[in-house]
């Protein structure tokens, strides 16, 4: 299985910072890396896909980066709304695909 | 607009089995991949398994003795069953769609599954 794991756990930032999480898989996975944000009480909801695609409705504050794997998510200018926990996902090839352990965005 | 509902008991006894169904709406189950994804409290995601194409599935390989998914075409929904349950299955359960390269784009609200005596 594929291996994700996101850096760091926990993420301090202030309205208006430029803020950049990280993900690295145990393996090559081409593009096929997905984030999510999820808030609490709330299911996770889709940003990017295919590394750097934003979701339909998904402000352009938010960018995606990388290939391989090493990969990165940037808030350009953070919003209130942002603060939240963000998750990496691989679905390169076989199932099963495989979630980053999460950052905390505070 | 896809809409996913999540039902069953919030409270399984441990050796039990645990069973949850997704109702759909705005979707035909028809066509994408019906998955399962749990989120322990205060822990990452887990996608247990999916189901596709009519009846086909893919389990992770963590679970494949204990899970089994399954629909109903003609409810518009479709099910998890895992059995032999003990407090590690304790979570948050999703039912979710995802598209056919992987990822997920609809998510259910999610009902919290305790396993306890």
């Known amino acids: 299985d594929i291996q994700m794991t996101q850096s760091p756990s926990t993420l301090s930032a202030s309205v208006g910072d430029r803020v950049t999480i990280t993900c690295r898989a145990s393996?090559?996975?081409?593009?096929?890396l997905a984030w999510y944000q999820q808030k609490p009480g709330k299911a996770p909801n889709l940003l990017i896909y295919k590394t750097s695609n934003l979701e339909t409705g998904v402000p352009s504050r938010f960018s995606g980066s990388g290939s391989g794997t090493e990969f990165t998510l940037t808030i350009s200018s953070l919003q209130p709304d942002d603060f939240a926990t963000y998750y990496c996902q691989q679905y390169n090839g076989y199932f099963p695909y495989s979630f980053g352990q999460g950052t905390k965005l505070e | 607009q896809v809409q996913l509902q999540e039902s069953g008991p919030g409270l399984v006894k441990p050796s039990e089995t645990l069973s949850l169904t997704c109702a759909v709406s705005?979707?035909?189950?028809?066509?994408?991949?019906w998955s399962w994804i749990r989120q322990p409290p205060g822990k990452g995601l887990e996608w247990l398994g999916y189901?596709?194409?009519?009846?086909?599935?893919n389990y992770n390989p963590s679970l494949t003795s204990r899970v089994t998914l399954s629909e109903d075409t003609s409810k518009n929904q479709f099910s998890l069953n895992l059995n032999s349950v003990t407090a590690a299955d304790t979570a948050v359960y999703y039912c979710a769609r995802a598209r056919v390269d992987g990822v997920v784009d609809y998510w259910g609200q999610g009902i919290l599954v305790t396993v306890s005596s």
């Open positions: 393996q090559t996975i081409s593009s096929w």
């Open positions: 189901i596709y194409y009519s009846g086909n599935t």
């Open positions: 705005g979707a035909s189950i028809r066509s994408g991949y």
